[in-house]
């Protein structure tokens, strides 16, 4: 099972398997990341094998959703030619609770909120169907998609998260009064 990761900019990329995170263990980064930066995602369930899918018939493809968030070892990134790659493949950094819901033929809601320590850092707007389509299409383009992958759709840029020194940090996910996804990252070593 991959990970195909659509940016916030349509720039598509895959996560291995291995960063797949499903029950919200607490992340350990390794000694050589000094800071972490996170996206939201909204991510769908690949039901049908498909490339270069067309927008209108994207919907046969992907058939339940869920949010998450993915995690960067942003230190990496721009050191040398293949660090986004390297900030990608980080053992347990896509937290994607696998708990998934019907997807509607109309739009995802809002609701879908991060919090960090307590606090709100991200808060999701409607996503309209069209978008979900376009964003299967682009993913297809690149990728071929199988039963079982996942198309994790970036919600919002790159952001900081923590970094190392600092204080255990407690992040949750929840969408539709249920939590999506709640660690803590112990970054003061």
Do not use: W
């Not at 900019?9 to 607490?26: A, H, I, M, Q, Y």
């Not at 995802?108 to 850092?121: A, L, M, N, P, Q």
């Not at 376009?134 to 079982?148: D, E, K, L």
């Amino acid at each position: 099972m991959n990970i195909a990761v659509q940016t916030q900019l349509g720039k598509v990329f895959v996560r291995p398997d291995v960063t797949l995170e499903r029950n919200s263990e607490d992340f350990y980064p390794p000694e050589y990341i000094d800071a972490l930066s996170f996206t939201p995602c909204l991510y769908l369930r690949v039901c049908r094998p498909g490339k270069s899918v067309a927008a209108k018939f994207a919907h046969r493809y992907v058939d339940a959703f869920s949010f998450g968030i993915l995690l960067y070892g942003e230190n990496l990134i721009g050191t040398y030619p293949e660090a986004f790659a390297t900030a990608s493949c980080l053992d347990h950094t896509s937290f994607l609770p696998l708990s998934f819901f019907p997807l509607p033929s109309d739009g995802i809601g809002e609701g879908f909120t991060i919090g960090k320590d307590g606090v709100e850092i991200f808060n999701s707007e409607r996503i309209v169907s069209e978008r979900i389509d376009a964003s299967v299409a682009n993913i297809t383009s690149y990728v071929p998609i199988r039963n079982g992958d996942i198309l994790a759709l970036e919600l919002d840029s790159r952001k900081l998260l923590c970094r190392r020194g600092a204080p255990v940090t407690q992040i949750k996910g929840t969408y539709a009064n249920e939590i999506m996804f709640d660690f803590k990252i112990p970054c003061k070593l």
